[in-house]
T-cell receptor, first 114, second 110 residues
Framework: EAQVTQNPRYLITVTGKKLTVTCSQN?????MSWYRQDPGLGLRQIYY???????DKGDVPEGYKVSRKEKRNFPLILESPSPNQTSLYFC?????????????FGPGTRLTVT | ELKVEQNPLFLSMQEGKNYTIYCNYS?????LYWYRQDPGKSLESLFV?????AVKQEGRLMASLDTKARLSTLHITAAVHDLSATYFC??????????FGAGTILRVKS
């Protein structure tokens, strides 16, 4: 089954404790992206990747890092999480950035930073 | 900077009624997407609109795109309870990212 998977689905952590949210897709998509969803703000892009080893900042990259060493994986790293990063996070993938195909979204990761 | 505005942000409607959700955006784009999100769930793709005048229909939902007016609409016909969800429009910005509207929470009352 074609899908985007994320782990963990739920995470409660404390300020300053480094964490990684994994994202994997099995559709051989070139383009992957991370979003955060906050009430009343819709989804905002954090980082995106056009292909392996090619990443760039989205609208709200502060406090986040990403890497794209393999085509299928695009982890999101919070080096020193803070309470304002409490949010619902979605990973998404698309065949390529230039394609007009839809983006496929993962199930989401609900992160709480205390 | 591309801005995407949806209205209304909250819509409560009776079953059987018709209504339209509007999505305005601030800069030129000819790709627009509509998504549905159920509570606690991920986003489900509804429509991909790729050119001026594009119209797509699925069941009781119909989406259209007017790139000259920078406006897309999602029209709901004879609403049913199962359509209750949050609906997002998203505009494709040069293929690099999608910029989302804030979402419209739709509640259909029986």
């Amino acid at each position: 089954e074609a899908q985007v998977t994320q782990n963990p689905r739920y995470l409660i952590t404390v300020t300053g404790k480094k964490l990684t949210v994994t994202c994997s897709q099995n559709m051989n998509h070139e383009y992957m992206s991370w979003y955060r969803q906050d009430p009343g703000l819709g989804l905002r892009q954090i980082y995106y990747s056009m292909n392996v080893e090619v990443t760039d900042k989205g609208d709200v990259p502060e406090g986040y890092k990403v890497s794209r060493k393999e085509k299928r994986n695009f982890p999101l790293i919070l080096e020193s999480p803070s309470p304002n990063q409490t949010s619902l996070y979605f990973c998404a993938s698309r065949l390529s950035a230039s394609s007009a195909y839809e983006q496929y979204f993962g199930p989401g990761t609900r992160l709480t930073v205390t | 900077e591309l801005k995407v505005e949806q209205n209304p942000l909250f819509l409560s409607m009776q079953e059987g009624k018709n209504y339209t959700i509007y999505c305005n955006y601030s800069t030129t784009s000819d790709r627009l997407y509509w998504y549905r999100q159920d509570p606690g769930k991920s986003l489900e793709s509804l429509f991909v609109l790729l050119s001026n005048g594009a119209v797509k229909q699925e069941g009781r939902l119909m989406a259209s795109l007017d790139t000259k007016a920078r406006l897309s609409t999602l029209h709901i016909t004879a609403a049913v309870h199962d359509l209750s969800a949050t609906y997002f429009c998203a505009v494709d910005m040069y293929g690099n990212k999608l910029v989302f509207g804030a979402g419209t929470i739709l509640r259909v009352k029986s």
